[in-house]
C-alpha cells in the first residue's frame, strides 16, 4: 500500500530541493551592496510613504484598464476558439459583441491618451 506513494514523495523531495535550492545558493553566494537606487520604490511611480491624499496622474489606472482589456480577451478567445463548431452561430455572435465592447473600451484609452509615452 504504501509503495504506491512512494514516487509521489519523491516527486515532492525532488520538487522541493529543485525550488528551494536555487534560492539558497543565491541567498548565500548573492553579494550584498544595497544603495539608495536599489532601495528605491518601483512599480506605482511614487513614494509610498508620503502622504496619501497627494495627486498622482490617472494614465497609471488608465494602462491597468487597458492591462484587463487585452487580458480578459486571450482568456476568453482561447476556448471559445476550441468550442466555435460546437457553439454555432449564437456563440459566434455573442463573442462579436464581446469583442465590440473591449473594442469599445480599447478607443476610450485610446482617445485618453494612455497609450501615449512621454
Do not use: H, T
Not at 530541493?17 to 506605482?44: H, I
Not at 465590440?100 to 501615449?116: D, N, Q, R, S, T
Request: overall charge negative.
Amino acid at each position: 500500500m504504501l509503495e504506491n506513494y512512494l514516487p509521489i514523495l519523491v516527486f515532492l523531495v525532488l520538487g522541493i530541493f529543485f525550488g528551494a535550492m536555487p534560492l539558497m545558493v543565491g541567498f548565500m553566494l548573492g553579494p550584498r551592496r544595497p544603495d539608495s537606487e536599489k532601495l528605491a520604490p518601483y512599480e506605482c511611480g511614487f513614494e509610498a510613504f508620503e502622504d496619501s491624499r497627494m495627486k498622482f496622474d490617472v494614465r497609471y489606472y488608465l494602462v491597468a484598464i487597458l492591462f484587463i482589456i487585452f487580458d480578459l480577451e486571450i482568456a476568453f478567445l482561447f476556448p471559445w476558439a476550441i468550442v466555435l463548431d460546437e457553439i454555432g452561430m449564437f456563440g459566434f455572435m455573442a463573442m462579436v459583441i464581446f469583442l465590440g465592447l473591449l473594442v469599445i473600451g480599447f478607443i476610450y484609452e485610446w482617445k485618453k491618451g494612455a497609450l501615449e509615452w512621454e
